[in-house]
């Protein structure tokens, strides 16, 4: 759909398994002025009944929502993602509190940039290919012995923090062309590829966690779009110098 509003980050809910999450997450969205939502493949299809019940007043939140098949379809308009999730893993990533994120959120929207939050799944969060694709990382600062979080409340957290800091000021500093999440998709794929023939990926039981590493860092460089056409000029280059034997 084209007319999704601009002025509040995409909030992208991952494999999300219970209809009535997903509908109290939209009430939450609505109630801090939120109306971006995107599904990646909920577990239970969609339209879901039980997402509309539990939605009350915020059904248009839910009729808008974007249906996507993977989370780089659904965060592919966006330059930067935030993944919400208690365990960085094994990748380093920027990690920021709900308050600074949203901080930092401001201030690329300000300059003109799309933004989103990333939400996994109830049972167990975002897995860690997920989080490879994000730019930076969201941990709430809960209490240690029981730190798990409702769906819902996460996304309630995160929008209550959006509207808190309203209008506050925010740096204006220019920010280049950022390269959108979909153009770093592209270009990780195609670096992959051609990794792939040349028999980088040694040996095959550790290429996925070599492509996952991969992703971790080009997510979270702050490339620009000119970057990625540099990247990508290179690589056919040294491609085509290869076969040339050059």
């Keep these: ?13 991952v494999r999300p398994q219970l209809g009535e999450n997903i509908g109290a997450a939209a009430r ?3 109630n801090f002025g939120w109306h971006d939502m995107r599904l990646v ?4 299809g969609w339209p879901n009944p039980r997402a509309t019940a539990l939605a009350s007043g915020a059904r248009d939140v839910l009729e808008r929502a974007r249906l996507a ?4 379809e659904a965060a592919g308009d966006c330059h930067f993602t935030f993944a919400t999730t208690a365990r960085t893993r094994d990748m380093s990533k920027p990690v920021f509190t709900p308050e600074t ?8 929207m300000a300059a003109g940039q799309r933004v989103g939050f990333v939400f996994g799944p109830e049972r167990a969060g975002l897995e860690n290919d997920d989080i490879a694709q994000a730019s930076a990382i969201v941990t709430v600062p809960v209490n240690p012995g029981f730190a798990s979080l409702n769906l819902a409340q996460c996304v309630l957290l995160v929008a209550y923090e959006w509207m808190r800091q309203g209008d506050a000021a925010v740096r204006q500093a220019p920010v280049p062309a950022s390269a959108s999440v979909a153009e770093v998709t592209q270009w990780a794929t195609h670096l992959e590829h051609e990794l792939d023939a040349a028999g ?9 966690h070599m492509k996952r590493s991969l992703r971790n860092l080009w997510s979270r460089m702050p490339l620009e779009q000119r970057d990625i056409q540099i990247l990508h000029g290179a690589l056919r280059q040294l491609v085509r110098g290869k076969a040339g034997g050059g």
């Design 41 to 44: 493949a909920p577990r239970d």
């Design 200 to 208: 980088f990926f040694f040996p095959p039981a550790k290429a996925p």
């Design 69 to 72: 098949d993977t989370l780089a």
């Design 1 to 13: 759909m084209s007319d999704h509003r601009p002025d509040t980050p995409a909030c992208i809910l």
């Design 28 to 30: 939450a969205m609505l």
């Design 101 to 108: 994120a949203v901080a930092e959120a401001r201030a690329r």
